[in-house]
Structure formats: structure tokens, C-alpha cells
């Protein structure tokens, strides 16, 4: 069964740090693409970082650039978001998904999120 | 960054109704567009990708259209399990952004 598996949430003081986890099974991870989408509470949807299979290519909303770093072990196939000055607003769920892609006319992919794991959930307050 | 919005934010419906969902861009995404359900309390599933292409295991009930800037999700005939938040969401360029969302309610 494919499945991801978020940890490493928990409740932290502003300007803090936390290192949340996504263990993936089921699929070989190196072969996708993965993200991180958060979700306040009572709010929407909201893209956060993206990495390629092999990690060398990184993409970060401009919200956490430069706080937060995206990373993965694919010997461990373990997905990583290391989160640095944490601030109030960055509470929220915070959940890993696997990046799909179909084949489209003329050798281009069209790219969405297809695996989803439950979410850990982070609070930022002192 | 590409902004994406939906019309309406919320909307009240029965079961067995049309149900119809729309979502702009602030530019052109081509057919770089994506669906996602999320009930309460759980995580987001992906619904439709690339505009119109059904994921395996959605039911026929859920299509969706457009191109360009503008779109649309449209549930046929809405079942109790419907009832839920949807989002729209752009792949056409990093950062990826999502909609706002539309909460379907029971009437």
C-alpha cells in the first residue's frame, strides 16, 4: 500500500525550530517529486516547498524562504522540512504529498499531488 | 506568483443536485490545473489533473473543464459523500498555488 506518514510536529516558542518527517512506504521514492502543504486552522490550502527525486532541485514559497529548507534520505525513504525562526503564522497542519506527472502532447508532464499523508500538526506560541 | 481564485466560497446544496465550481487565474496556466476534495478533518485528495483527466477511483460524477485562465469543476449530481471543501491549483509554475477553496454544505 502506498502511504506517507508525517512526525515531528509539536508545539514550539516563536523563533524557534522543528524537523518534521515523512516516512514514505509503498513506492520508490526517488523516483518523485515531493512536497509540503500547510493548512491553518479554519484556513486553506497552502503550498510550501517542493523537491525533485534526487534533491538537487528545491522550490520554496515566499513565506518560508529562507526559514524553511526542504530535504529527503531516499536511502530512508524519509521526506525532511527542517523549519527555522518560526513564527506565529506558521501554525498549522502541515502535510507531505507525493508529485505525480502525466505525459502531455509534445514531450511536456502535467504535475499535481497524488499521495497524501495525514498531516502533523505545529503551533507556534509562547 | 500566480494567483488563483474560486467563486463561490461556500455554497448550499441537496443531494442530486448540479453542483458547478469555478476557478480563475491571474494568467494563463494552459491546461496546468488541478482538483483536490478535502472532507473535514482529513487530508486533501486529488479529485482531477491537467483540467479534465479523472484520477483512478473518482466517480464519473466529477468533471472538469477550461483552459487558459479560466475553469471549472462540476459535480453532476451531488451524493452525501461530496459534501466537503474543494481546491483548484495551479502547476504551471513554482510556487504553486492553490485557491482559496469552495466548502460544499448540505441545504
Known amino acids: 500500500e502506498v502511504q506517507l506518514v508525517e512526525s515531528g510536529g509539536g508545539l514550539v516558542q516563536p523563533g524557534g525550530s522543528l524537523r518534521l518527517s515523512c516516512a514514505a512506504s509503498?513506492?520508490?521514492?526517488?523516483?518523485?517529486?515531493m512536497h509540503w502543504v500547510r493548512q491553518a486552522p479554519g484556513k486553506g490550502l497552502v503550498w510550501v516547498s517542493r523537491?525533485?527525486?534526487?534533491?538537487?532541485?528545491?522550490d520554496y514559497a515566499d513565506s518560508v524562504k529562507g526559514r524553511f529548507t526542504i530535504s529527503r534520505d531516499n536511502a530512508k525513504n524519509t521526506l525532511y522540512l527542517q523549519m527555522n525562526s518560526l513564527r506565529a503564522e506558521d501554525t498549522a497542519m502541515y502535510f507531505c504529498?507525493?508529485?505525480?506527472?502525466?505525459?502531455?502532447?509534445?514531450?511536456?508532464?502535467?504535475?499535481?499531488?497524488?499521495?497524501w499523508g495525514k498531516g502533523t500538526t505545529v503551533t507556534v506560541s509562547s | 506568483d500566480i494567483q488563483m481564485t474560486q467563486s463561490p466560497s461556500s455554497l448550499s446544496a441537496s443531494v442530486g443536485d448540479r453542483v458547478t465550481i469555478t476557478c480563475r487565474a491571474s494568467?494563463?496556466?494552459?491546461?496546468?490545473l488541478n482538483w483536490y476534495q478535502q472532507a473535514p478533518g482529513k487530508a486533501p485528495k486529488l479529485l482531477i489533473y491537467?483540467?479534465?483527466s479523472l484520477q483512478s477511483d473518482v466517480p464519473s460524477r466529477f468533471s472538469g473543464s477550461g483552459s487558459g485562465t479560466d475553469f471549472t469543476l462540476t459535480i453532476s449530481s451531488l451524493q452525501p459523500e461530496d459534501f466537503a471543501s474543494y481546491y483548484c491549483?495551479?502547476?504551471?509554475?513554482?510556487?504553486?498555488?492553490f485557491g482559496q477553496g469552495t466548502k460544499v454544505e448540505i441545504k
Open positions: 504529498s507525493r508529485g505525480g506527472a502525466a505525459a502531455a502532447i509534445g514531450g511536456y508532464y502535467y504535475y499535481y499531488m497524488d499521495v
Open positions: 509503498g513506492f520508490t521514492l526517488s523516483t518523485y517529486w
Open positions: 523537491i525533485n527525486g534526487d534533491g538537487t532541485t528545491t
Open positions: 494568467q494563463s496556466i494552459s491546461s496546468y
Open positions: 491537467a483540467v479534465s
Open positions: 491549483q495551479q502547476s504551471y509554475s513554482a510556487p504553486w498555488t
